[in-house]
């Protein structure tokens, strides 16, 4: 079955569930927090009963960290994490876990009045009161390093720096989302300079953060607030035929795969909805498909790869390796673990232990693949990074970074 049909009637698709366990054998959570019930009596097994209004288990849904894993290996097609989220929603917030989720509604107006006092932002952020501040009022553990604000936003780099090709081969729209936009700016503009040299125009359409933080904060009007502002948006360009790309994956799969849950399109239209948001991979085989040729030069002795959950869940794990590949000849993947931090879930307090449980067999894999000889890490997911960098002191790259500049080994 086709993932947008399933989606049309996400509901349903727990009864397609046979039994079968596997969802719970991959699930990180399970593995370190034994009073997690796993995806299977989470998912299809408890649908049954909230159907007729009883609520078997409470609150325990909210540990799970919608790395999507059960889904991706469900032979099934069981929309396990749809039943899990709509539990979420439905459990009652305290008022500390209400000011965290008006945080992630705001993150946008939060980056922008960072980006714009950056130097002063970042010296506060590191500061013990602050963050106990932090973790009293929102509930964001005091431990977990945030990440550091750009000086001023992406958004206001293009405006003022970007001049478009005279005759483009290729135009796309570029989804920065607020990682690019708030902190990581440099990747951006790494994705302008690939995109000048294969003679590609870039448009950046009006956008906020895609809603992952508001969705796994338990609140389900902001989050379909979210959807249906980028609705409209998104759809007046794909059904042109162009396309939407990005560089976060875990951002393109919600805006591709997540928000299909929400919008108001049938059939066709849902199937073009779906294949019109890409990642930055599938833009490199449209590229190729069009005739503009790849430049991409081999010019690191080994590259460390740590496979995020989303890509695996996008079907993205192959063609990352196949890009890494034309960088190095020596590329290992570890592809065994979740690195635990699920973009806001760890830096919640109370999934914070859990978080790093489930992230200390990578760190170790990280360690070891490094004591048998130097390499640079890599990986596609902004909060893996963050993770990895955070647990091992390592430096760690998007592969967009290592194709655009000349990393130091
Ligand atoms: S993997 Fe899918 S089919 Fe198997 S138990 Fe889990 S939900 Fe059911
Ligand atoms: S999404 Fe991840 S954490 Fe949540 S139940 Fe599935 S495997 Fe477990």
């Known amino acids: 079955m086709k993932i947008?049909?399933?989606?049309?009637?996400?509901?349903?698709?727990?009864?397609?569930?046979?039994?079968?366990?596997?969802?719970?054998?991959?699930?990180?959570?399970?593995?370190?927090?034994?009073?997690?019930?796993?995806?299977?009596?989470?998912?299809?097994?408890?649908?049954?009963?909230?159907?007729?209004?009883r609520f078997p288990v409470e609150d325990v849904s909210a540990f799970c960290m919608n790395c999507k894993r059960c889904e991706e290996i469900c032979p099934s097609d069981v929309q396990i994490t749809h039943f899990i989220e709509e539990d979420k929603y439905r459990q009652k917030k305290t008022i500390r876990k209400k000011l965290r989720s008006l945080f992630f509604i705001y993150i946008d107006l939060v980056g922008k009045l960072a980006t714009s006092v950056s130097i002063l932002t970042n010296v506060v952020l590191k500061l013990g009161m602050v963050r106990l501040v932090m973790e009293w009022f929102l509930a964001i553990e005091k431990k977990r390093r945030l990440p550091e604000y750009n000086s001023g936003t992406f958004i206001s780099y293009f405006r003022k720096n970007y001049r478009p090709p005279e005759r483009p081969a290729m135009t796309i729209h570029f989804f920065h989302g607020c990682n690019i936009n708030y902190n990581q700016k440099l990747l951006g503009v790494d994705f302008l300079k690939f995109c000048h040299r294969h003679n590609i125009e870039v448009k950046i359409p009006p956008q906020k953060c895609c809603g992952i933080p508001i969705a796994s904060a338990g609140d389900a009007t902001a989050y379909r607030k979210r959807v249906d502002y980028h609705f409209p948006i998104f759809w007046d360009i794909l059904r042109k035929g162009d396309i939407i790309t990005g560089v976060s994956s875990s951002c393109i799969m919600a805006l591709n795969t997540d928000y299909?849950?929400?919008?108001?399109?049938?059939?066709?239209?849902?199937?073009?909805?779906?294949?019109?948001?890409?990642?930055?991979?599938?833009?490199?085989?449209?590229?190729?498909?069009?005739?503009?040729?790849?430049?991409?030069?081999?010019?690191?002795?080994?590259?460390?790869?740590?496979?995020?959950?989303?890509?695996?869940?996008?079907?993205?794990?192959?063609?990352?390796?196949?890009?890494?590949?034309?960088?190095?000849?020596?590329l290992v993947i570890m592809d065994e673990h979740c690195c635990g931090i699920a973009g806001s879930y760890g830096m919640k307090k109370e999934n914070y232990s859990i978080s790093q449980s489930v992230g200390s067999l990578l760190f170790q894999q990280i360690s070891s693949h490094l004591r048998e000889e130097e390499g640079i890490l890599v990986s596609d997911c902004e909060t893996c990074r963050m993770q990895i960098a955070e647990n091992t002191r390592k430096k760690i790259y998007h592969p967009l970074e290592l194709m655009e500049n000349n990393i130091p080994e």
Do not use: W
């Open 4 to 53: 947008t049909e399933l989606i049309d009637n996400p509901q349903v698709s727990f009864d397609y569930c046979i039994k079968c366990t596997i969802c719970n054998t991959v699930c990180p959570v399970s593995s370190v927090f034994p009073y997690f019930p796993g995806p299977k009596y989470l998912g299809p097994d408890s649908e049954r009963y909230r159907l007729q209004n």
């Open 260 to 330: 299909l849950r929400h919008i108001p399109l049938e059939g066709e239209s849902k199937e073009q909805y779906h294949k019109g948001i890409i990642y930055f991979n599938d833009l490199l085989e449209k590229m190729e498909r069009k005739g503009i040729p790849l430049k991409i030069e081999k010019k690191y002795k080994r590259l460390i790869y740590h496979v995020p959950c989303h890509v695996k869940y996008s079907t993205q794990q192959a063609k990352t390796i196949a890009l890494l590949r034309r960088l190095t000849d020596n």
